[in-house]
């Protein structure tokens, strides 16, 4: 499948633009040879964007030379959002998990705290949950739990690009009431935050920052909205200096997840 659908994508490309090489390699993938085409077709690996054909409901985005069909994006000075779709081997009747993520530009070094307050709240839609054994509310799921329960890649839980249950107890949280948060009540926070104990941590070695991992039903369309606060210098000489502010804080970031055309598009 995974072959068929990258030849399926080269109809798209101009032929010119295939090497020869390339095009023989494939040829031979298709009469039942096991080889890889990695290298002969390193061109379009490196151009992801002449091959990768978008609904015309979503995005193109190329990021470190990878390609997303992205639902929504929306771009400041500090960042982009991300929204990605999260596909699963089973999955549930009319829910989609989604990855919520904000791409730093250069001029932004971290993530460190995400917050509502009384006049910003932080709004996360109705969203599945897993029971208590096999569920979180922040920091993602650990790899044993994964292994254990099945249905724990479902939970919907929010972090600071943490996702593998903070082994290392680098997340916090508070003034937050997550037993409220169910498939039928939102979380909707006016005085509260999640936040990474060492504000100078820099924990994406690529700029992605992930914010929130959600299982949504495809019924309906949904809006999360956050506020984040980063900085702009990391080093111990800035955190220092009480003359330079090396934060950086934006409001309402929100993210529109568009309901499902069709139920069985859902992951």
């Not at 390193?42 to 193109?60: P, R, V």
């Not at 254990?148 to 593998?164: C, F």
Request: aromatic share 10%; charged share 20%.
């Amino acid at each position: 499948m995974k072959i068929l659908n990258f030849l399926l994508n080269l109809l798209y490309v101009n032929s010119q633009m295939i090497t020869n090489t390339c095009i023989n390699c494939i040829n031979r993938q298709i009469i039942g040879e096991n080889i890889d085409c990695f290298n002969e077709c390193n061109e379009m690996n490196n151009n992801c964007d002449l091959y990768t054909i978008c609904d015309t409901d979503k995005i193109l985005i190329k990021y470190n030379d990878i390609c997303y069909c992205e639902n929504y994006i929306n771009c400041n000075e500090y960042f982009c959002t991300q929204i990605s779709e999260v596909n699963t081997d089973s999955k549930l009747i009319s829910y989609t998990t989604y990855e919520l993520s904000l791409l730093l530009k250069d001029n932004a070094k971290n993530i460190y705290i995400l917050y509502g307050d009384i006049i910003n709240n932080m709004i996360i839609p109705e969203a599945f949950q897993t029971n208590l054994l096999a569920g979180v509310d922040i920091g993602g799921i650990n790899n044993i739990l994964l292994k254990r329960y099945d249905e724990s890649k479902y939970d919907s839980w929010l972090t600071i690009q943490i996702d593998d249950g903070d082994i290392m107890g680098r997340l916090s949280t508070i003034g937050i009431d997550y037993s409220l948060w169910d498939i039928y009540n939102p979380l909707i926070i006016d005085n509260g935050a999640i936040f990474i104990d060492e504000p100078l941590s820099q924990l994406s070695n690529n700029n992605k920052y992930l914010i929130a991992h959600l299982t949504l039903s495809d019924f309906d369309s949904h809006q999360v909205i956050f506020n984040i606060q980063g900085k702009t210098d990391i080093s111990l000489e800035s955190a220092q200096n009480t003359n330079i502010n090396n934060n950086f804080r934006v409001s309402n970031i929100t993210f529109n997840i568009k309901k499902k055309k069709y139920i069985d598009d859902s992951h």
